[in-house]
Nanobody
Framework: QVQLVESGGGLVQPGGSLRLSCAAS????????MGWYRQAPGKERESVAS???????NYADSVKGRFTISRDKAKNTIYLQMNSLKPEDTAVYYC?????????????WGQGTQVTVSS
């Protein structure tokens, strides 16, 4: 089992920045992939950024150059630094952890944190 606790959401003006945090209940190096997803009203949940246990990072095209995913192994925490925020970034952001159990991927989710970009 992996429990995930997110923090850092809020209201920010366009062009502003926020940093999201996701603390895991176990070593993040025991987790194959960790990442951030978001879901806007009326839309499907989409992947924003991910980082593998080996350190490989991936980003959605819509956030490349603006968002950065990072981790602190001592704190079992990943972060999402979001810069140059746009109104279309408004969504509930979810932390995700995926472990491969034998050959089966198992996903764990945080409770979500609201990010609102508005003037």
């Amino acid at each position: 089992q992996v429990q995930l606790v997110e923090s850092g959401g809020g209201l920010v003006q366009p062009g502003g920045s926020l940093r999201l945090s996701c603390a895991a209940s176990r070593s993040i190096f025991s987790i194959n992939v960790m990442g951030w997803y978001r879901q806007a009203p009326g839309k499907e949940r989409e992947s924003v950024a991910s980082i593998t246990s080996g350190g490989s990072r991936n980003y959605a095209d819509s956030v490349k150059g603006r968002f950065t995913i990072s981790r602190d192994k001592a704190k079992n925490t990943i972060y999402l630094q979001m810069n140059s925020l746009k109104p279309e970034d408004t969504a509930v952001y979810y932390c995700n952890a995926q472990r491969i159990i034998v050959t089966t991927p198992v996903n764990y989710w945080g409770q979500g944190t609201q990010v609102t970009v508005s003037s």
